[in-house]
């Protein structure tokens, strides 16, 4: 079974907010966890990757994954309007979905309010 | 740059028309896929070639094919295509070397080709 779950939104914030994006899945075999950003009309684009469970930083971007909850999150401090897009999570059992492919979430509409 | 590339941005066809898009890559990249998204969902796995051999999702209808003349260009037929089809076609490539789990191959988008079905 592939299905991933993520709240479409819109979600709106201030300039400056802390912003929290989750997803969660069901198959216990995906191990490569991905965030995408996707401008309108526009290819996604990979902001960050995780293996497995723990946490990674990027800049401004954190990524979680929760293996035993089977719970992703991405969180993006000090949120500014340019990063207003839409963010997809996805998740392969491969590394970069190689040999399967990468399941995404529908995606959350984040609106940054100047 | 190295890019994916997608041909045409905007296709506009007719209910049963033929119809053919197009994805390039300079990346040299050894798996390209095809997606398919629909407006406010999530993209899905159409098929994708990993070399030469063709891997189709089970439930990619059979109005959908695919061909990979080179390493460089994969090209997605849609045989007779319904409303249903209007979506947008996004192409990816990866660079996908082996079951490896200490590796990342990161699969790179093309902009993506909006397919309208009048």
């Known amino acids: 079974q592939k299905e991933v779950e993520q709240d479409p939104g819109p979600l709106s914030v201030p300039e400056g907010a802390i912003v929290s994006l989750n997803c969660t899945y069901s198959?216990?075999?995906?191990?490569?966890f991905m965030w995408y950003r996707q401008y309108s009309r526009k290819g996604p684009e990979l902001l960050m990757y995780t293996y497995s469970s723990g946490n990674k930083e990027d800049g401004r971007f954190t990524a979680q994954v929760d293996k035993s909850s089977k719970y992703i999150s991405l969180f993006i401090r000090d949120s500014q309007p340019s990063d207003s897009a839409t963010y997809l999570c996805a998740m392969s059992m491969s590394s970069g979905g190689g040999a399967d492919g990468l399941t995404f979430g529908k995606g959350t509409h984040l609106i940054i309010q100047p | 740059d190295a890019m994916v590339i997608q041909n045409p941005r905007y296709q506009v066809t007719q209910f049963g028309k033929p119809v053919t898009l197009s994805c390039s890559q300079t990346l040299n990249h050894n798996v390209m896929y095809w997606y398919q998204q629909k407006s406010s969902q999530a993209p899905k796995l159409l098929f994708h070639?990993?070399?030469?051999?063709?891997?189709n999702e089970a439930d990619t209808p059979d109005n959908f094919q695919s061909r990979r003349p080179n390493t460089s260009f994969c090209f997605l037929d849609i045989r007779s295509p319904g409303l249903g089809d209007a979506a947008m076609y996004l192409c990816?490539?990866?660079?996908?070397?082996?079951?490896?789990?200490?590796?990342?191959?990161?699969?790179?988008f093309g902009p993506g080709t909006r397919l309208t079905v009048l």
């Open positions: 070639y990993y070399d030469k051999d063709f891997n």
């Open positions: 198959n216990s075999a995906f191990q490569y």
């Open positions: 990816a490539t990866s660079a996908y070397g082996g079951p490896e789990l200490w590796t990342y191959n990161e699969q790179f």
